[in-house]
């Protein structure tokens, strides 16, 4: 979940007029808190007339009107008057720029657009936005040839789905509008028999991330892998036979190894500089001392990073199995892996440490920006809100996505996904996305009542909820 890619727009050569004026002296001047409620107020005004806003200076005025929209959006997030200001320019962005986007020719143009408008109607809150998505997840099937016993695949039992090519059509729909696509699945994505055909449909400004368990990886995957994708993970979360085997159930550790370096062998001979390529690993009591051997393993083989995250516990049954448990020697084995990932020149990612502080605190509150700019289509005829599907709407073949997106069950979710505890849908009151907890917390590794709940709800019919 979250995006790895969207950078905020650039911002373009500021010309002439009153845009001259935001220049380097005038940003400075910014830091003032006051003289930015100021700046962003006659912004407000001037939006407000859009007499003087013909397309071409609105497009060309945008990267500067994001970066003043979103000018210390975080360090300033609980200034009341800031944030007043902030809406109310937002809102004003919104009215000028909303109904024009479907009118923008380029589609280079229309994207860059969509995306100010994304962030800037996610933060107002609205449920009915112009924006369309910006990134999206496409599931090409929920089948998986593992069960690994921290994954859904090992605790849960349902009818496995292939996705058929008329999603691969609905897909091709979204493109233009998005700059990020995740093709990873409840399953393993390369099962599916479309799953070339899907690579080749992908359009050249897209970038592509995946996540896979890396044991279908043959010459003809790796080819496709390093032609398409720009950030490939493998699932690896272990250096040894006898970790892996625990880890996934089955003796696949050197065949996964193998696999990993002929998509080394193929990114170097395709010559792209892509795809990325990460180590995932999900930290377990049962694996934890292999994380250093990971990230040896990494820069043997020529991976660029190891990213780890904690084992979320989503049913009773992994319950033991969390390092919430051994914190302390978590933050010792975290804090010997940062030490050596650096001498590798290996980059590793890992939540912060899980610390005791981290249980004092009470205030989660964190706004979740999802159902403004994600969509997912999924294999089993659904588009669901984030990729954890915190709501799930019916999307049978020849269902407008778009309908959907503006449709009353959407827009339902956009009204309750941000309210606090109780009030938001049962998903999102634990998800790490949506919440700040942190890693010292029991509530950052245990989910189990909120997936209970959450398995009780339909799937729901997004013009009728
Ligand atoms: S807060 Fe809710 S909508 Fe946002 S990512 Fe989490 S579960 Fe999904």
Redesign the pocket.
Known sequence: ?GTIFHQPTPVEDDGQGFFSEIKGKFWRSLESHDRFIRSLGMATQLLRQPWIWPDRRLLRRMGTLERLGRWKIQEWKDDVSVRAARLDFFSAFRDLAGPRLKQIPDWSDRRRLNAILATFESHLGVPDPFCRPTRARLELTDACNLRCPMCPQGFWDWKRTYAEEWLLDRAAELYPWIYEIDLTSLGETMLSPHFNQCLERLEPHLQVQFITNGLLVNDKNALLLAKHITELHVSIDAAKTETYQKMREVESFPKVVENSKRIVRFKEELGRGLPYLVFNFTITQKNLEDLPDVIRLAADIGFDRVHANFLSVWVPSLNQDSVYWIRERACEVLDYCDGLAQELGVTFLHPPKPVPEHEEESDFHRF?A??WEFIHLRAEDKIT??C?G?EEYHAPQGADWEAIWDGPAYQNFRKR?NLPDEQA?P??RS?L??RDVKPGHPRYHFHEQAVAEHIQAKVIDPFNP
């Open positions: 979940m979740c999802e159902a809100v984030c954890v915190a996904v849908p998903l999102c998800c996305f949506g």
